[in-house]
């Protein structure tokens, strides 16, 4: 299976802060690489797929880059709701693997 | 709009077996690939496989194989997942999701606690 790691695994920050989430691919997954969003209690929400492409109705502070093994999202500008876990996923293999997830807390 | 609703919470017991339900409404049922994901207790997401709608082909990640089955009706525009002989590591919420670049829609999850 293709291993997908995330940093940080934890991080806090204050509202305004512009943050960004790494995911770094065991092997090449080309522009295979979705993000979502995850609050307690909810089903996680896609922000980004295909590495950079925004997902209807999610706010423009939110951005995907990178290809091959690595890969960034970003927050430019945290708002309160942006608290949450944070995952990457490849579906680039036949086996899809997510990241260990990167928990974003208030500062 | 698209809506996925799967079926209520049920406790089981090691050993036992566990059916979920996920019914599709508000797009073509058999137009897009399903498939689960699974979150246990204070751990990341974890994907089990996705089922084809269509012509019902599966595929399953390697750790559940021989112990999950992914079918549909298609005439109820619903998918079910099945995993046998349950052990306490398989508590977790259970959650359907329509597969596009990505997983754009999600079934609201259902726990399945698993306990003696």
């Known amino acids: 299976d293709i291993q997908m790691t995330q940093s940080p695994s934890s991080l806090s920050a204050f509202v305004g802060d512009r943050v960004t989430i790494t995911c770094r691919a065991s092997q090449s997954i080309s522009r295979s690489l979705n993000w979502y969003q995850h609050k307690p209690g909810t089903a996680p929400k896609l922000l980004i797929y295909?590495?950079?492409a925004l997902q209807a109705g999610v706010p423009s502070r939110f951005s995907g880059s990178g290809s091959g093994t690595d890969f960034t999202l970003t927050i430019s500008s945290l708002q309160p709701e942006d608290f949450a876990t944070y995952y990457c996923q490849q579906t680039y293999s036949s086996s899809i693997t997510f990241g260990q997830g990167t928990r974003l807390e208030i500062k | 709009q698209v809506q996925l609703v799967q079926s209520g919470a049920e406790v089981k017991k090691p050993g036992a077996s566990v059916k979920v339900s996920c019914k599709a409404s508000?797009?073509?049922?058999?137009?897009?690939?399903m498939h689960w994901v699974r979150q246990a207790p204070g751990q990341g997401l974890e994907w089990m496989g996705w089922?084809?709608?269509?012509?019902?082909?599966?595929n399953y990640a390697q750790k559940f194989r021989g112990r999950v089955t992914m079918t549909r009706d298609t005439s109820i525009s619903t998918v079910y997942m099945e995993l046998t002989r349950l052990t306490s590591d398989d508590t977790a919420v259970y959650y359907c999701a329509r597969g596009v670049a990505g997983y754009d829609f999600w079934g609201q999850g259902t726990l399945v606690p698993v306990s003696s």
């Open positions: 089922i084809n709608p269509n012509s019902g082909g599966t």
């Open positions: 508000g797009y073509t049922f058999t137009g897009y690939s």
């Open positions: 295909a590495a950079s």
